[in-house]
């Protein structure tokens, strides 16, 4: 955890430096905006109920975007939809984190030649953290990047500029 | 229960040079062609005439024909001149259990059919997607904008064979 790696001399007291405690607390409650946009929401909604469930790596959704740390990018986004989620992101407050799940929202996905209405990759409008490829991708493949984004977070720097 | 010929003989009897020919025999369903200007009392008499009562319109589509000619024009791009657009609309009567196809057609350069909003409620949506993606004015709509295309789109109608995608669109770039 990194947290726990330092030394114990009391027992209540856990010594650690700021910058660790705060990567630790980020990475351990990432609160998701609830927002899905097309099949990858399906799967997501599955990783969040119980078989796989998201709420054991602290991820639960909130229905604002001011509360959210974390938006899931979970499907084809269309043109139309683009510039809503750019406003629901720039919404959010910092620190905010995107992951893109499905191919759709990577490049595009099957609409990459004729879909007049796609946007050919989410990361067109807002930073992404992390892609996840799949058509959907199973919620293993979800976890797993939720994993690398918490591997992200870990390793920030409070004074250097991560990405 | 009426075949489409008993149906086709029904109404050329009553609308004459309006009903424009039965096509049948054909690997679909057969279908009438109709004058795109008369579609709506065409089809207020379908659905009210006690022999036919088509109480539902199952689908309505457009189609862009491709049929006119088509030249490149000076980007490489294809263009169609001349042509038509035609809708398609499936009904049915659940009392009677027949069906029927109709179809109307109209110049690809001003496409006006009337709309059959007061006779099928539920064409309202599928006029609005036909407008939106074909181009096709249906006259006598309400409330003929946009459905599924942004409402400040102006790059035309995507479904035309002839349409080409625009590079940005509110910044964005479109293309792959």
New interface residues.
């Given amino acids: 955890m990194g947290l726990l790696d330092k030394q114990f001399t009391d027992d209540n007291i856990v010594v650690t430096n700021v910058e660790d405690l705060f990567n630790w607390a980020r990475l351990s409650s990432l609160w998701q905006m609830s927002f899905g946009l097309a099949c990858c929401a399906i799967e997501m909604m599955a990783t969040s109920a119980s078989h796989y469930d998201f709420d054991r790596f602290g991820v639960m959704p909130r229905p604002s975007p001011r509360q959210a740390d974390l938006i899931i990018i979970s499907g084809t986004v269309t043109?139309?939809m683009?510039?809503r989620i750019k406003r629901l992101y720039e919404q959010m407050p910092d620190p905010k984190y995107v992951i893109s799940m499905g191919s759709c929202s990577n490049?595009?996905g099957p609409y990459?030649?004729h879909g007049?209405?796609v946007?050919?990759g989410v990361d067109?409008?807002i930073p992404v953290d992390v892609y996840v490829p799949g058509c959907p991708p199973r919620p293993e493949a979800l976890l797993e990047g939720l994993l690398k984004l918490q591997e992200k977070i870990r390793n920030e720097s409070m004074v250097k500029k991560s990405a | 229960m009426k075949s489409p010929e008993e149906i086709f003989q029904i109404l050329k009897n009553n609308f004459g040079d309006s009903i424009i020919e039965l096509k049948k025999d054909l690997p679909a369903e057969s279908f009438i062609i109709i004058n795109s200007l008369m579609i709506d009392k065409v089809c207020l008499f379908l659905r009210d005439d006690k022999e036919l009562l088509f109480d539902s319109l199952m689908n309505l589509s457009g189609v862009d024909d491709a049929n006119g000619q088509s030249i490149n024009d000076e980007e490489g791009g294809l263009k169609i001149i001349g042509g038509t657009l035609s809708v398609y609309y499936h009904i049915e009567s659940t009392k009677l259990g027949h069906k029927i196809c109709l179809k109307v057609s109209s110049p690809r350069e001003n496409p006006i059919v009337n709309s059959v909003y007061y006779i099928w409620r539920h064409s309202d949506w599928h006029e609005r997607e036909a407008f939106d993606l074909l181009g096709i004015k249906f006259q006598n709509h309400p409330d003929l904008r946009r459905i599924l295309m942004p409402y400040d789109w102006e790059a035309g109608h995507p479904l035309r064979k002839d349409y080409r995608n625009p590079e940005f669109y509110q910044g964005m770039k479109v293309p792959y």
């Fill in positions: 043109l139309k683009a510039l490049c595009g990459w030649e007049y209405h946007l050919k067109r409008v």
